[in-house]
């Protein structure tokens, strides 16, 4: 975001990009194991057979519409006290899409988008714990709203049949598509900050200078996004990135609900 004040028009922007989240990663778990079928029977002098034990690991293939949630200014936005930089814009969502056989062995299909990394095996996750918790509070100060499926124990199961979770019997395939999206919180109304504070309400409460001036307000959002101060002119191309994962979870205990 480029900020400019009625006496920074003729000298360089201060540039706050933000938030990015990037380098993301899809980790995919399949609870499958060892799928047991059992059958007896009984006939004259008696009998009992037994089914066999098969393994039907679950195989998730997944992508997203794009990598990167990008908190910055609107693209084009290029008047108003707060405008767009000319490169990062504002990206508050991603789809992932993708699906997982065989189907019929999956009970429970659930996505959650977690703060973290995963390891060069594909499989073990580090979970930035103290990235979760500066979103959480972010949105406990209503600086931005998260997507139900964010955090610890916050996975959003998908029922088969629905838009989301659909089933291909003759493939023993289902295709899955879920959403994900961010968006601004009340404390600027809803509203992209370079929206918001060429309003005229926040020009009232945020004036051009002083302590509780729109560039100070703004800065104050990003310290609490990132866990660091906003840079300066000569600091602002080492914007922080923070990874997410978005974990995929097809579990085969239990019934279909």
């Known amino acids: 975001m480029a900020k400019l004040t009625k006496k920074s028009y003729q000298r360089k ?51 997203l519409s794009t990598d990167k949630i990008i908190f910055d200014a609107l693209k084009d ?35 959650n988008l977690r703060m973290g990394t995963v390891g060069a095996d594909g499989k073990t ?18 600086y931005i709203v998260l997507p139900t499926c964010f955090g610890e124990g916050n996975e959003q199961k998908l029922s088969f049949g629905s838009p989301n979770l659909t089933e291909d019997k003759s493939t023993d395939t289902a295709t899955f598509n879920y959403e994900i999206s961010f968006a601004w919180g009340e404390h600027f109304k809803g509203q992209n900050p370079s929206v918001f504070y060429d309003t005229e309400e926040a020009k009232t409460s945020y004036p051009n200078e002083g302590e509780k001036s729109y560039l100070a307000d703004l800065k104050a959002f990003y310290k609490a996004m990132t866990g660091v101060d906003a840079p300066s002119d000569a600091e602002a191309g080492s914007i922080p990135v923070q990874n997410f994962v978005v974990v995929l979870n097809a579990d085969t205990s239990g019934t279909r609900s």
């Not at 609870?31 to 006939?43: D, I």
């Not at 996750?125 to 959480?136: G, L, P, S, Y």
Request: aromatic share 8%; with cysteine.
């Open 77 to 111: 936005d290029n008047t108003g006290r707060v405008r767009w930089d000319g490169k990062n814009s504002e990206n508050l969502t991603t789809t992932v899409s993708g699906t997982f056989t065989p189907s019929s062995y999956v009970n429970q299909f659930s996505v």
């Open 13 to 63: 922007a201060m540039v706050l990009g933000g938030v990015i989240f990037a380098s993301c990663a899809l980790f995919a778990t399949g609870f499958a194991a060892f799928v047991v079928s059992s059958s007896a029977t009984s006939g004259v002098g008696g009998g009992i057979s037994v089914g066999t034990i098969s393994d039907k690991a679950i195989t998730i293939t997944s992508k």
């Open 125 to 142: 996750i580090t979970f930035d714990k103290e990235a979760e918790t500066r979103m959480q509070n972010a949105a406990t100060n209503e």
